[in-house]
Structures are given as C-alpha cells and as structure tokens.
C-alpha cells in the first residue's frame, strides 16, 4: 500500500472517529429523555458542598414507567416534601436534568401498583 493510500485511509478513520464522538456527544446530550418517579424520604438525602446552587444529594430508590425498579441520584437547592412522589426527567449519559413533583394518581400504573399510596 502506498503512503498516500495508508494516509487516506488514516483520514478515513480519523472521520469515521469524529463521526461517532459526535452522534453519541448529541445522543447524551439531546437524546430522548426518560422518567424515573420516586417518593422523597429525606433520611436518604445528604447535604453536599454547595455547588451550582445545588446543596442536597438524594439516592432513592425508584421505577421506570414500566414498573421497572431502579436507583435515582439528583442534586436539590432545598430539602424537598417529605413523601412527596417525583416525575425525574432523566437524559442518557447525564442522569436526572429536572423533577417536577405528581400527585399520586398521576403516576404511571405500574409506579403506582409498586409503591402504593401509603408506602
């Protein structure tokens, strides 16, 4: 193979790699977006160092739509309502981007049949 062809070829992959560094930077970053629901227990937040105006870490245990248990780790300003059920917007690569709190009822069928109204 000749040196011109070995640097085409070196070109080649060199794009083929930027190709793909770029397709997954926009699937973490724009990809499509999941919900994790979670009811807030504040004995299982922590404070942090306070960082980009975040000052509490909760790890709860969670549930995709499907009922599909899962584990949830997000960063709060504020202590949340105590039992409070959450709809966690999740993005792949970065995790939770944003939560907004749901009444009971409106939690998805499986969510709901997993953590009942009193648990």
């Known amino acids: 193979m000749s040196s011109r062809a070995k640097r085409l070829v070196g070109l080649?992959?060199?794009a083929l790699a930027l190709a793909v560094l770029a397709a997954l930077a926009g699937?973490?970053?724009y990809g499509k977006p999941g919900h994790v629901y979670v009811r807030i227990d504040n004995a299982r937040?922590?404070?942090?160092?306070?960082?980009a105006g975040m000052e509490h870490e909760y790890r709860l245990d969670g549930f995709s739509a499907d009922g599909a248990p899962t584990e949830a780790t997000f960063q709060?300003?504020?202590?949340l309502?105590?039992?409070a059920y959450l709809d966690l917007e999740t993005k792949?690569?970065?995790g939770v981007v944003g939560w907004e709190?749901?009444?009971f009822d409106e939690l998805p069928a499986p969510v709901r049949e997993k953590m009942g109204q009193g648990a």
């Open 45 to 51: 937040a922590t404070a942090i160092e306070p960082r």
């Open 12 to 14: 080649g992959a060199a």
């Open 101 to 103: 709190e749901v009444p």
């Open 76 to 79: 709060t300003e504020r202590v």
């Open 27 to 29: 699937w973490a970053l």
């Open 92 to 94: 792949p690569l970065r």
């Open 81 to 83: 309502r105590e039992g």
